[in-house]
Nanobody, 125 residues
Framework: VQLQASGGGLVQAGGSLRLSCVAS????????IGWFRQAPGKRREGVGC????????YYAESAKGRFTISRDNAKNTAYLQMNNLKPEDTAIYFC???????????????????WGHGTQVTVSS
């Protein structure tokens, strides 16, 4: 089981990035996928998630209206589209999966069982 997040980089404020989370060794179809981030000196926080049952999505307040999570089960990949990026979005971004729930609303972080290596996102002002 392996998850690999990619797509991070350096972008100016107001710019966009699309992160990918590719799964290998298993199929993502039945997993909830969560996106998290950790800024320097801060705790890891949830950005949003996408359910396995109906691909419904939920977002942290900081991400609403700017970020969009999607999944392409045929490609075994999930995406985090980030628009109108702000310097405070600078962090390492992680994807994680769990299959204890079908709907990802309010799933505790410690339920996520597999985590990918993060990808750095840096937003300059």
């Amino acid at each position: 089981v392996q998850l690999q997040a990619s797509g991070g980089g350096l972008v100016q404020a107001g710019g966009s990035l699309r992160l990918s989370c590719v799964a290998s060794g298993f199929t993502l179809d039945y997993y909830v996928i969560g996106w998290f981030r950790q800024a320097p000196g801060k705790r890891r926080e949830g950005v949003g998630c996408i359910s396995s049952s109906d691909s419904s999505t939920y977002y942290a307040e900081s991400a609403k209206g700017r970020f969009t999570i999607s999944r392409d089960n045929a490609k075994n990949t999930a995406y985090l589209q980030m628009n109108n990026l702000k310097p405070e979005d600078t962090a390492i971004y992680f994807c994680a999966i769990e299959d204890a729930y079908n709907d990802c609303f309010n799933v505790p972080e410690d339920v996520y069982e597999y985590w990918g290596h993060g990808t750095q996102v840096t937003v300059s002002s």
